[in-house]
Each structure stands twice: as structure tokens, then as C-alpha cells.
């Protein structure tokens, strides 16, 4: 398969060991792309059709049938290449992979060997506020196989044969992941991905994002151990879940004095346990050559700038656009380009507003933390983009304190229709803006904390806090700190 130098990156002094071992993961995920038909017949891609409605002679390999390339499906390939920082080959090649399963009874499946239509790249994103990078071996289109069915049958199975054909493009890491964090956090993004491009719909229940984890653990700086493969994980949960398993599961066996076999696993969600299915084949059972019903697939470079300039703005441009153009950290800016919806929230309350600073804020801070403790996506928000550009005017105002706004939020989000100016109204959270009756308190503070007055003019910078603090106090939180600092230092000058 793809030749694995060992590569530089394999060496992480910084990566986590579990009970002294250090983990290593690798990725294959099989990606649905969202086209209409199949990958090289007209039968319909549609989800939940009744079994056996949608399988044509093509997808079947029925004699004197020949395959068609669908455009869909490879200019998809293409747009996931440009995602990554890819190689989008000139010439690539289909391969029939051989084996026999009762979902497969054409006996091969149709897929990409030795040459793969996109090459190299790298995945990069966020975990705990460190930047990483996964890199990409490969991703090469090949179709999908059919499902048996065994729920519905005593003591037999069913074959539904309607997936069958299916446009997949299987994309695959190096192993350069080391712990089921980084794993999952590599997923995700990956999921972000091609979502945020249009190529897969990503709903993981129906199948179309699908991930295998290779893992392995070895002593620190020693050679690579034998792998398993954890097949088909199709929630974020159970991949972690999976993983954590598996690893003890390894460094089990090896302190046992057991060796570990290559072998294909099965997570059951049930049982918390993964189990293996058969012993893994090696490339050279699956007998590969290069399917002579398929021409290679040709790809000119007009056709990539083709799909480039029809592809809208990418996450990682879009980040990088709103540090320039916004000011904001990195960090900030990549959690803003979390999803297309997050970043359109994000522009359009930035954009009403003008304080982009502080709509990132508010966006990462409250407004995350409200959504995730109920559950909800940005497009479900109770507080449209509208309603927090005006809240946040209304501190930038200096009408309101930041933490009389986090009240006004709360009330929001109960009322999504109420106002932000009668909220502050009715809630009486206007910051003190009479200087006339701000004098008289911080007057009168003075007076009554001489020796906190005599600490701050010797000196003391921290008398002034609590100077500061009576008067907050005395104004019953709406005095406005900023200006209340100001005008003790001008009267105690
Ligand atoms: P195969 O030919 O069996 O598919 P590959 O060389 O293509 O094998 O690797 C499949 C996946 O397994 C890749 O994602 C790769 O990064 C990962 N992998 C390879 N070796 C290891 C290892 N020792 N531990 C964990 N993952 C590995
Ligand atoms: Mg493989």
C-alpha cells in the first residue's frame, strides 16, 4: 500500500503514555460524497430507500455493462485536495480490490491502488490551545459496497444492495496522532472539512463520515508495535471511547507477555469493549490491478483552477482574514471559523456593532457556554446576531458594565424578543453617567476612609482598589469602575 517512510514527526517528546506506553494513531475515513447518482452508474445515491430499489446493473457488474466516471464525484475529490493542501494528481488510476463478501457479490469493488487522485496534505487544528498538524498520506475515491441486514431475518441475513456503489473518498493519515484526544480532535475537523466545502453531508447515523483508527503503542522511542484496526466508528463519543479501550486492551496483552496480532476489531457501544472480527489481509491478498473497464482519470489543471475559483472561502483562509481584518488571536479566529454558520454569526454581529474584539469575545465566552449547556447549534441561538451587536453597543457605550450585560443576556435568552435598551431600563443597570451625583460618592468615600486615602498618597496602589470597591459598593454596581478610578486619582493627586 501508500510506502511509509518512517517518518520525522513520529518522534513526539510531548506526547501523553499511558501507563509508560506512548499511543499511536492512525486514520481512515471513508467520506460519502454528496452526489446525486452513484460513482459509475446513474442509479440514485438517496438515503432510506426501500432495500434493493436503487442498485443497477451497473453497480452489480452485470455482464456487458460498463462503468462511467461521474465529473461529481472527482471534482469533490479535487475541492477536498485543494482543502488540505494537497496534490491533486494529473493522471490517476481505478484498481479492482478482490474479495468476496455476500455485500460485495460482484467480487471486487472498484477503488485506487498504487496511484490515488489526491496526494499528501495536512489537516491542522486546535487541542487545548495547542496548534497541531495531522498529515495526509492520500485520499482516493473507489465506490461503496452493499449492507447486510440481520435484524430483520431469523436466523438468516439480507443483503440490501442499494449502497451499493456509492461514491466514497477514503482519506488516510499517516500515524502521527497520540492520545484518543488528538484523535477525535483530528475527526472533527476533518468532519468541519468537508462540510464546510459541500462534498459529504457528514451525518455519521446514516453513514456518510465513517472513521477507522489504526492503533498501536510502543515504548518511547522504540519501533512502531503492531497495529488493530477499530472499523467503522461512526459517533465522536465512541471513537474515544473506543480508543481508550483498545489501548488498555494492548498494554494489557504486551505486559502479559502476549504479542499482538494484526487484526480488524469492532467496537460495540454496549459493552464499552472492542473485539476482533477476522486477522487482517494484506494488500497483496486483495490480488489489485488496474480495472480495465476504466481509463485513468485524467485531470487537467485547468479543471483544479476550475473548481478552486467555485469554491468558497476555507476555514483556514477565513481565519486568517479575521486576524487581519478584525485583530483577533489565532486561536479566537479559528474558533469563530468552526462552522460556515458560526462565522457568518460572527461577521454579522462584528459588522453591526463595530467591535469586533469584543463580539469574539462575547461569541467564544457567553454565548458558547449558554449554547453547549443546553445543546444547541449556533443556528438554533435564541439571541440573534442582531440582539448581541446591540447589547454589546450598549457596553461599548459605556451604558452598561460587562457584567450587567452578562444579565441582560440571561434575560434574552429566556425572552428572545425583548429589547436590550427596556431591559437595561427595567432592570435599572445603567451605569452611572451623572458625574454630578458620582462626585458626591466618591466623595464621601474619601471622606470616610482616611486611612485607606493616606495608604494610596504614600504609595499604596492597592488602597485604591478598595477605594474603588466602597464606591462600586455605594453605587449599588453602576458606577462605571474606569471612570470612578479616574476621578479618585484626579481628587487624591
Ligand atoms: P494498509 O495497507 O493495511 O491499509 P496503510 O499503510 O495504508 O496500511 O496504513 C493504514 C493506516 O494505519 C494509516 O492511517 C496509517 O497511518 C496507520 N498505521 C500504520 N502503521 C501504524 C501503526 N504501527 N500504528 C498505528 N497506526 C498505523
Ligand atoms: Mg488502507
Known amino acids: 500500500m501508500a510506502t511509509m517512510q518512517e517518518p520525522i514527526l513520529l518522534d513526539r517528546p510531548d506526547a501523553p503514555l499511558v501507563g509508560g506506553y506512548e499511543v499511536i494513531i492512525g486514520f481512515e475515513t471513508h467520506a460519502q460524497l454528496s452526489t446525486q447518482s452513484k460513482i459509475f452508474s446513474r442509479a440514485s445515491t438517496a438515503f432510506g430507500a426501500e432495500p434493493n430499489t436503487q442498485a443497477c446493473a451497473v453497480d452489480l457488474a452485470l455482464p456487458g455493462t460498463?462503468?462511467?466516471?461521474?465529473?461529481?464525484?472527482?471534482?469533490?475529490?479535487?475541492?477536498?485536495?485543494?482543502?488540505?493542501n494537497s496534490h491533486i494528481a494529473e493522471k490517476s488510476v481505478?484498481?479492482?480490490?478482490?474479495?468476496?463478501?455476500?455485500?460485495?457479490?460482484?467480487?471486487?469493488?472498484?477503488?485506487?491502488?498504487?496511484?490515488p487522485v489526491v496526494q499528501g496534505g495536512n489537516v491542522e487544528f486546535f487541542l487545548n490551545e495547542k496548534k497541531m498538524s495531522v498529515r495526509l498520506v492520500r485520499a482516493h475515491l473507489e465506490e461503496d459496497a452493499g449492507k447486510s441486514l440481520h435484524e430483520d431475518f431469523i436466523g438468516q441475513s439480507g443483503i440490501d444492495l442499494n449502497r451499493a456503489g456509492t461514491p466514497l473518498l477514503e482519506i488516510v493519515t499517516e500515524p502521527d496522532m497520540r492520545s484518543s484526544a488528538e484523535a477525535v480532535a483530528y475527526a472533527k475537523e476533518l468532519h468541519k472539512i468537508v462540510t464546510w466545502i459541500g462534498i459529504c453531508d457528514g451525518n455519521m447515523q446514516e453513514g456518510s463520515f465513517r472513521c477507522d483508527a489504526n492503533v498501536s503503542v510502543r515504548k518511547p522511542g522504540g519501533a512502531l508495535g503492531t497495529r488493530r484496526e477499530i472499523k467503522n466508528l461512526n459517533s465522536f463519543k465512541f471513537m474515544q471511547q473506543a480508543i481508550d479501550f483498545e489501548v488498555r486492551w494492548q498494554i494489557e496483552q504486551i505486559e502479559d507477555g502476549?504479542?499482538?496480532?494484526?487484526?480488524?476489531?469492532?467496537?460495540?457501544?454496549?459493552?464499552?469493549?472492542?473485539?476482533?472480527?477476522?486477522?487482517?489481509?494484506?494488500?497483496?491478498?486483495?490480488?489489485?490491478?488496474?480495472?480495465?473497464d476504466l481509463p485513468p482519470l485524467c485531470i487537467a489543471r485547468e479543471w483544479v483552477e476550475k473548481v478552486r475559483g467555485e469554491m468558497a472561502e476555507l476555514p483556514r483562509a477565513m481565519a486568517a482574514r479575521f486576524e487581519k481584518d478584525y485583530g483577533l488571536g489565532e486561536y479566537d479566529a479559528t474558533q469563530l471559523t468552526q462552522s460556515l454558520a458560526l462565522s457568518a454569526y460572527f461577521e454579522a454581529v462584528s459588522k453591526a456593532c463595530n467591535q469586533a474584539k469584543l463580539a469574539s469575545n462575547w461569541i467564544t465566552g457567553e454565548l458558547a457556554r449558554r449554547l453547549n449547556a443546553q445543546d444547541l447549534s449556533i443556528e438554533q441561538t435564541p439571541v440573534k446576531a442582531d440582539t448581541l451587536a446591540a447589547l454589546i453597543t450598549r457596553i461599548s457605550d459605556g451604558t452598561i458594565s460587562n457584567n450587567a450585560a452578562k444579565?441582560?443576556?440571561?434575560?434574552?435568552?429566556?425572552?428572545?424578543?425583548?429589547?436590550?435598551?427596556?431591559?437595561?431600563?427595567?432592570?435599572?443597570?445603567?451605569?452611572?453617567?451623572?458625574?454630578?451625583?458620582?462626585?458626591?460618592?466618591?466623595?464621601?468615600?474619601?471622606?470616610?476612609?482616611?486611612?485607606?486615602?493616606?495608604?494610596?498618597?504614600?504609595?499604596?496602589?492597592?488602597?485604591?482598589?478598595?477605594?474603588?470597591?466602597?464606591?462600586?459598593?455605594?453605587?449599588k454596581g453602576k458606577a462605571n469602575p474606569q471612570q470612578v478610578n479616574d476621578l479618585l486619582r484626579a481628587k487624591l493627586a
Open 66 to 84: 460498463l462503468p462511467v466516471m461521474n465529473k461529481g464525484a472527482v471534482e469533490r475529490a479535487i475541492a477536498f485536495g485543494l482543502a488540505v
Open 94 to 115: 481505478f484498481a479492482r480490490k478482490n474479495y468476496f463478501y455476500p455485500d460485495l457479490p460482484k467480487g471486487y469493488q472498484i477503488s485506487q491502488f498504487e496511484i
Open 258 to 292: 502476549h504479542k499482538i496480532q494484526q487484526a480488524t476489531v469492532l467496537f460495540n457501544p454496549d459493552t464499552g469493549e472492542t473485539r476482533a472480527m477476522r486477522t487482517k489481509e494484506d494488500a497483496a491478498d486483495y490480488r489489485y490491478f488496474p480495472d480495465p
Open 407 to 475: 444579565q441582560v443576556m440571561d434575560a434574552l435568552w429566556e425572552d428572545a424578543s425583548a429589547s436590550v435598551d427596556a431591559l437595561i431600563e427595567a432592570k435599572g443597570l445603567k451605569q452611572m453617567n451623572d458625574s454630578g451625583a458620582l462626585e458626591k460618592i466618591v466623595d464621601e468615600a474619601i471622606a470616610a476612609n482616611a486611612k485607606n486615602v493616606a495608604e494610596f498618597k504614600a504609595g499604596n496602589e492597592k488602597a485604591l482598589n478598595a477605594l474603588v470597591g466602597q464606591i462600586m459598593k455605594a453605587s
